[in-house]
Nanobody
């Protein structure tokens, strides 16, 4: 079973930055996509950004230009650099990985407020 462990969430003022990290372990050889989703209270879980082998990053319009996704294959990790954060970015952020199965991390809270 693939396990995903996130870190890096927290509280930040509007305009600030945070960097989320996700480390994958277990049978990860067949994983072709890793990335991030988020879910705000009362909302569905939405894509933020994903990376698939051999393809350009898939980034939500709402964060394009502010968030950057990157992957370190040697460390089996994926990162989300979040800049110019807005209150509407407040959500629980989930790490995501996919082979023939979808895997989710436990989530990390990001709160943007003054």
């Amino acid at each position: 079973q693939v396990q995903l462990v996130e870190s890096g969430g927290g509280w930040v003022q509007p305009g600030g930055s945070l960097r989320l990290s996700c480390a994958a372990s277990g049978p990860i050889g067949w994983i072709h996509t890793m990335g991030w989703y988020r879910q705000a209270p009362g909302n569905q879980r939405d894509l933020v950004a994903t990376l698939t082998r051999g393809r350009d990053p898939n980034i939500a319009d709402s964060v394009r230009g502010r968030f950057t996704i990157s992957r370190d294959n040697a460390k089996n990790a994926v990162y989300l650099q979040m800049n110019s954060l807005k209150p509407e970015d407040t959500a629980v952020y989930y790490c995501y990985a996919r082979s023939e199965t979808r895997y989710w991390g436990q989530g990390t809270q990001v709160t943007v407020s003054s």
